[in-house]
């Protein structure tokens, strides 16, 4: 397997978010991760959490609500 490791701080830039979201969306366990001297997310698994999380609304982890028209 010759698969791409992403810093918490690339994984940041490509979710548009901070590292302390990052950070938390590891600990909340939507992210995995893997901790060699430095925590590193495997690039797959960015894709996978943008594609299974479209149309949520993910500001409060706690209450994760879906994105839509309100009426």
Request: charged share 35%.
């Amino acid at each position: 397997m010759n698969e791409e490791l992403l810093t918490v701080e690339e994984t940041s830039r490509v979710l548009k978010c901070s590292k302390v979201k990052v950070y938390d969306l590891i600990k909340a366990g939507m992210i995995p991760a893997l901790k060699i001297g430095h925590t590193r997310i495997r690039r797959s698994a960015v894709d996978k959490f943008i594609l299974d999380n479209e149309n949520k609304d993910l500001s409060n982890l706690d209450n994760i609500k879906e994105l839509g028209v309100k009426k």
